[in-house]
């Protein structure tokens, strides 16, 4: 009876130590650097390395949610199996008939249901954090440099101060997206299965419509956060928009005119005092400053855009692969070596070279299409698809040409291998999300979102513990699968 006891508890220790370890990793590579410097004491560096250590295992951190959840999807069913299987004895009928497959299922749900429901409610007590959040997200989401939204990211005024909330919108929208994910799976999965279909034979149609899934997924969500990164940058995180602007290498004055041109301050065939704002790129990349001036000069040369690669489009979308795929070559290729260091075979470091030459590929392809896509469209292929009486180059440079970049990006995902393009879709889909609904919002709708986390996650646990090992797909499965096994 002990054992069984120990054996149950297992899954919920495991998710803990996990959770302990994911949230308080990054954290400590962060404060690295504090530790380095000189004008902290020794005391005071001990006192911010226990700090951090100690703050992961307060009731409403991460780690307690993760344990409390898997707890609920393991050992809670367990528990009350046994206790139902005995008193069914006592009665004198068979448990094991009585508590079929389909009863353990519902039982999964309804305790991963409930334990999602607490875990949700325990890591929202915080509200010094969400206070913060807002705080931060209003006074950060102009820059001197933004374009100007009416509503920056739905935060009421600081002179408004109700109760906030928040705090797991990252949360539930990974577990909103996994759900989905399993939904999809497991409706194609029955689809194709001869209960459903006796005589039915694969199509050449679905087998294309599987193996676009995830591209698709990938290239919409990475569509939405471009757009977002261009016009309303405010409603990414920080350190995401940061990386996207690094990656993009665009000089700010370029950025600055199309946000302008959007907003209708930069219109072409009109002095609106906007000529300033390029005159001084001009100038670096030795181009004539009348190029700078919309009134004068319509639309505004693609090699501006180029930024010091000359007149051909082709050459400069070259010229960005190249660059982005050094950039991503350097960051991906230690990453791969060290996942495979304790195999030091010249096989398995050829085959962390060739993953990092796909994925820097990959990465690389996204930026070239983008740019090539923009320049396509605004110049090019746009004009001539289309009347310039019927699409101005004022329409083209005020979002239509960002649109074609945004769309065509995405695309580069079919470099990846198949398992990887899921993984990258899933990653950047609860960020796509993210940039359409409030990260901040009143705490009087939070059980709306108390729902759809609580729903999520019992989906994706009963998924895991029905034994439908490829409902849940990918590296999350399998995370999933060790941390539950008994």
Same mark, same amino acid.
């Given at each position: 009876m002990t054992g069984q006891i120990l054996n149950s508890l297992k899954p919920p220790l495991r998710a803990y130590a996990l959770g302990y370890a994911s949230a308080t990793g990054p954290r400590l590579l962060g404060v690295l650097r504090a530790l380095r410097r000189n004008d902290l004491t020794a005391h005071e560096k001990l006192n911010l390395l226990f700090a951090i250590l100690k703050t992961s295992t307060q009731l409403n951190r991460f780690p307690t949610a993760v344990a409390i959840i898997t707890g609920g999807a393991t050992t809670l069913p367990r528990l009350i199996r046994t206790l139902l299987e005995r008193l069914l004895l006592i009665l004198g009928r068979s448990g094991e008939k009585t508590l079929n497959s389909a009863f353990a299922s519902r039982l999964t749900f309804i305790c991963s249901l409930l334990s999602s429901w607490l875990a949700f409610s325990l890591l929202n007590r915080d509200q010094g954090w969400v206070r913060k959040r807002a705080q931060s997200r209003t006074a950060a989401s102009l820059g001197p440099n933004e374009f100007h939204?009416?509503?920056?990211?739905?935060?009421?005024?600081?002179s408004y101060h109700p109760h906030y909330a928040g705090k797991t919108m990252d949360f539930t929208l990974f577990a909103f997206c996994r759900a989905l994910d399993v939904v999809a799976v497991t409706a194609w999965t029955r689809s194709r299965s001869k209960a459903w279909h006796p005589e039915k034979t694969v199509p050449? /149609? @679905?087998n294309t419509v599987r193996k676009l899934a995830d591209p698709t997924i990938f290239s919409t969500s990475a569509a939405i956060i471009m757009w977002s990164w261009f016009? !309303?940058?405010? =409603? /990414?995180? =920080?350190a995401y928009n940061n990386w996207i602007s690094k990656i993009a290498d665009i000089d700010s004055r370029l950025i600055q005119a199309l946000r302008l041109a959007r907003q209708g301050d930069f219109v072409y065939g009109r002095d609106t005092g906007q000529t300033p704002l390029l005159e001084p790129l001009c100038r670096d990349l030795g181009l004539p400053e009348i190029y700078a001036d919309p009134s004068k000069t319509i639309p505004i040369p693609c090699e501006l855009v180029h930024s010091?690669?000359?007149?051909?489009c082709e050459v400069h979308a070259m010229s960005r692969f190249w660059r982005s795929w050094k950039f991503a070559l350097e960051l991906y290729l230690p990453l791969q070596v060290l996942s495979r260091v304790r195999t030091p075979k010249f096989d398995v470091i050829l085959d962390a070279f060739k993953a990092a030459v796909r994925s820097s590929s990959f990465l690389a392809a996204f930026v070239s299409l983008f740019y090539y896509a923009v320049c396509l469209s605004r110049t090019r292929l746009g004009p001539k698809l289309f !009347?310039?009486?019927?699409? +101005?180059?004022?329409?083209?440079?005020?979002? /239509?040409?960002? /649109? @074609?970049g945004c769309l065509a990006c995405g695309w580069s995902i079919l470099l990846e291998k198949p398992n990887r393009r899921q993984e990258i879709a899933f990653f950047v889909a609860p960020r796509a999300l993210a940039t359409v609904l409030p990260r901040v919002y009143d705490k009087?709708? =939070?059980? =709306?979102?108390?729902?759809?986390? @609580? +729903?999520s996650m019992a989906v994706v646990l009963t !998924?895991?513990? !029905?034994g439908e090992l490829n409902n849940v797909r990918g590296v999350l499965g399998k995370l999933l699968r060790g941390i539950m096994r008994d």
């Open positions: 939204s009416p509503n920056q990211h739905h935060l009421p005024p600081p050449r /149609l @679905a016009y !309303s940058p405010h =409603r /990414l995180p =920080r010091g690669t000359g007149t051909s !009347s310039p009486k019927t699409v +101005t180059p004022q329409m083209w440079d005020s979002g /239509l040409c960002v /649109l @074609a009087k709708h =939070r059980r =709306r979102e108390q729902v759809v986390f @609580a +729903t !998924s895991v513990q !029905s």
